[in-house]
T-cell receptor
C-alpha cells in the first residue's frame, strides 16, 4: 500500500460545478497537509496548507482534513475553465522529513 | 516578482555530456530541494539542502549531484545524462522542512 493514494483521473466537469478531489493516506504520523495546483509545463503552485483536522477556506477553495479517517479533500466551488490543471496532494511527517506527494488528479473544466 | 527562478527553462544536451541546471531564490529560505518529474507522475525528490547540510535520497542515482554555494543559489549537476534522465527538473524552497514548499517553473531537460 502506497503512503498516499490519489485517483489520477482524468476528471471532467462542466463550468460552475463543485469539484471534489481526495487523497487517502496510511500513516497516522502525517501532520501537515497541502494541496498544489500544477498547470502544464509549470511548477506546482501551493493552494492550501493545513496542519489540523477540520476545514480551511480560501475563496472558492476549501481544504478538509479528517485525521481519524486518514482522508483529505479539496473542494472547488463554481469551477472555471482556468481551474483545469493537475491537483497534487502532499503531506509531511513532523520533523526533518520531506514532502510525500500523491500522484495528482488531472481536472478539466469544460466551458 | 518570481521568487524561485530556474534557468534555463529548456535545456537540450547530448547523451553523456554533463549538464548543470540552476536555481535561485529571493525568499531567503533555509531549505532548497531538487525534484525530478516525468510525464503524468508526481515530483520525485532527489535531494535537499538545509542551509549547507546536504541530504541525499537513498534512491537518487550517483549521476546526480548538487551544490549550494550560498543561501540564494543551488545547482543540479548531471554528470553523464542518459536517455532516462529526460524529465522536468523542479527546484523548491521552504523556510523549514515541515513548512510548505514553493516551486520554480522547472527546467525541461531533453537528451539527444
Amino acid at each position: 500500500q502506497k503512503e498516499v493514494e490519489q485517483d489520477p483521473g482524468p476528471l471532467s466537469v462542466p463550468e460552475g460545478a463543485i469539484v471534489s478531489l481526495n487523497c487517502t493516506y496510511s500513516n497516522s504520523a502525517f501532520q501537515y497537509f497541502m494541496w498544489y495546483r500544477q498547470y502544464s509545463r509549470k511548477g506546482p503552485e501551493l493552494l492550501m496548507y493545513t496542519y489540523s483536522s477540520g476545514n480551511k477556506e480560501d475563496g472558492r477553495f476549501t481544504a478538509q482534513v479528517d485525521k481519524s479517517s486518514k482522508y483529505i479533500s479539496l473542494f472547488i466551488r463554481d469551477s472555471q475553465p482556468s481551474d483545469s490543471a493537475t491537483y497534487l496532494c502532499a503531506m509531511i511527517y513532523s520533523g526533518n522529513t520531506p514532502l510525500v506527494f500523491g500522484k495528482g488528479t488531472r481536472l478539466s473544466v469544460i466551458a | 516578482d518570481a521568487m524561485v527562478i530556474q534557468n534555463p527553462r529548456y535545456q537540450v544536451t547530448q547523451f553523456g555530456k554533463p549538464v548543470t541546471l540552476s536555481c535561485s531564490q529571493t525568499l531567503n529560505h533555509n531549505v532548497m530541494y531538487w525534484y525530478q518529474q516525468k510525464s503524468s507522475q508526481a515530483p520525485k525528490l532527489l535531494f535537499h539542502y538545509y542551509d549547507k547540510d546536504f541530504n541525499n535520497e537513498a534512491d537518487t542515482p550517483d549521476n546526480f549531484q548538487s551544490r549550494r554555494p550560498n543561501t540564494s543559489f543551488c545547482f543540479l549537476d548531471i554528470r553523464s545524462p542518459g536517455l532516462g534522465d529526460a524529465a522536468m527538473y523542479l527546484c523548491a524552497t521552504s523556510r523549514e522542512v515541515h513548512q510548505p514548499q514553493h516551486f520554480g517553473d522547472g527546467t525541461r531537460l531533453s537528451i539527444l
